[in-house]
């Protein structure tokens, strides 16, 4: 037991909580910050579980379950008793826990953000790491106390019967955890990262590869944004666990190990079309726009320069420097674009309190740099490079773009490669990973790249730059269709269903 947290002992029964949804999640619907008057600042969040817990409605009597991130958090935490205030959340019933910082930092970022992450996005220099020793050992204790903490919370939260839905890496061991203390509920995972191919898993030690497993099949139904990380779950259970896998006359999956049967989903996520819509032509995006305009400029013949556009944070599968090189390639061997085209590369640094973050986001800077003194002219910079987070400027970029390049080198899904032909003015050719989860939509729309290949990404560049503007704006209106045709809301909601049939 996780001290500070909560026992389950002496918690009020299921026939007494009320919660029949429940949502879990390391990050929660609102972040505080603490002022050094004691103030408490509540600043609310958005993204799909925000918008499709949303939808679930009052009658559902939904709680979300999250972790207090840092000291306003837990400050916010020890006051409120962990019920946050609904008038903080926006009515939603949140329960933040206070895990002592220590334990927290452990799990998230020695565990999930070090090691669960990398695995999946198959990220390791494997001739220096992974290296699970005594640090390690620790770590993982404290994951596996911080999922404890999880799976204590819910079980007082949830009434009987109820349905709840746990999210992400973060939260691997909740569902075994959680089914151990109530076996009257339906529980549900959903993994928002790829997931490895069994022979990368099993990097892992032995038993954390086990307990990962065993954790995730102790929902009823556990599930992906695609269908390719999905069977990849599948094949390591099988060569992890010795698990049986079935598959249905539908292509539907399950996994059947220690006698139980968990069922496997696909959920993929869209972009939220009306709202993105609405927001980009707010009078603040509009006031980005022409800001970028000014930067971007006119070509030697007068008009507009064409723009290639990528809105990234600086994490280390988005591939942003690869994408750097390929741009830098592109005007080496094609003269005839120098001055006709800017970059608008828009890198938000991520996860700075790890040093391999900082180093790669220096890197992108430094990058950046060199394309625009190798080629940049008294009345052009190839190059716009913007650090700092600016969601107005991103959808006006996104307004922009002629060109969005969306190279990861691996990625769940990538909404960025959704949200973009949504809101493009005048149609954007797609450029996208054929590692991106949201290739498995969109790939009949887009040109595809081999992430790693600079020489193919750089000729993609080109021909994206030379396709017609006819041709442009209706692969444009085809890829915005799809892109919106699974919206946050209904991502959220049929999870629910599918759990429940």
């Known amino acids: 037991m996780v001290a500070g947290a909560t026992s389950s002992q002496g918690a009020p029964g299921p026939e007494e909580a009320a919660a029949q949804v429940l949502v879990a999640s390391n990050r929660g619907p609102v972040s505080y910050t603490l002022d050094d008057d004691g103030t408490l600042t509540a600043r609310r969040g958005g993204g799909g579980l925000v918008s499709g817990l949303s939808a679930i409605g009052p009658e ?14 837990r400050e916010a935490a020890r006051r409120s008793g962990g019920h946050l205030d609904g008038g903080d959340t926006g009515g939603q019933s949140v329960r933040m826990l206070d895990i002592p910082a220590d334990t927290f930092e452990a799990a998230y970022h020695g565990i999930a953000n070090s090691v669960l992450w990398f695995t999946h996005h198959m990220l390791y220099q494997t001739p220096l790491e992974p290296v699970f020793d005594q640090e390690f050992d620790r770590q993982w204790t404290a994951y596996e106390q911080y999922n404890a903490a999880f799976a204590d919370a819910l079980a007082q939260e949830a009434g009987q019967g109820a349905t709840v839905l746990v999210q992400d890496y973060h939260l691997t061991l909740v569902p075994g955890l959680l089914r151990e203390r109530r076996p009257d509920l339906r529980i549900g995972h ?33 599930a992906f944004l695609t269908a390719r990380w999905a069977r990849l779950f599948t094949e390591c259970c099988r060569g992890v666990l010795g698990a049986t896998v079935t598959e249905g006359e539908d292509g539907t999956l399950s996994v059947t190990s220690e006698g139980r049967t968990t069922r496997i989903g696909v959920h993929p996520l869209g972009a939220d079309g ?19 305009r000014e930067q971007v400029g006119a070509g030697p013949d007068g008009s507009p320069r064409r723009t290639i556009v990528r809105v990234d944070r600086t994490e280390l599968s988005k591939n942003i420097v690869r994408g750097l090189y390929a741009y830098r390639r592109l005007l080496a061997e094609h003269p ?36 625009n003194e190798e080629f940049g002219t008294d009345g052009w910079t190839p190059v716009v490079l913007h650090v700092k987070d600016d969601f107005a400027r991103s959808l006006a970029a996104y307004r922009m773009a002629d060109v969005a ?70 692969r444009t209106r085809r890829l915005a269709g799809i892109a919106t045709s699974r919206p946050p809301a209904s991502w959220l909601l049929d999870q629910l269903e599918a759990l429940r049939a």
Request: net charge negative; with cysteine; hydrophobic share 45%.
């Open 274 to 292: 009306d709202f993105l819509r609405e927001r980009a032509h707010r009078d603040d995006v509009t006031e980005r726009m022409a800001q970028l």
């Open 405 to 474: 390049l969306v190279n990861p080198i691996r990625d769940g899904m990538n909404l960025v490669a959704k949200e973009i032909p949504v809101v493009s003015d005048e149609g954007c050719a797609l450029v996208l990973s054929r590692e991106a989860g949201a290739y498995e939509e969109l790939a009949s729309e887009a040109l595809a790249v081999n992430p790693f290949d600079v020489r193919e990404t750089a000729e993609v560049l080109r021909t994206a730059l030379e396709l017609d503007a006819a041709t442009r704006t209706e």
């Open 190 to 222: 959903f993994s928002h990262t790829p997931w490895a191919p069994a022979d990368y898993f099993r990097l892992l030690p032995d038993e954390v590869a086990a307990k990962v497993l065993r954790g995730m099949l102790g929902a009823d139904r556990t």
């Open 336 to 371: 005839e674009w120098r001055e006709r085209v800017v970059h608008l590369a828009f890198a938000y640094p991520s996860r700075q309190d790890l040093a391999v973050y900082r180093d790669y986001t220096a890197e992108v800077g430094r990058v950046a740099d060199a394309v």
């Open 60 to 73: 559902a009597d939904a709680v979300w379950v999250c972790a207090a991130l840092g000291a306003g958090d």
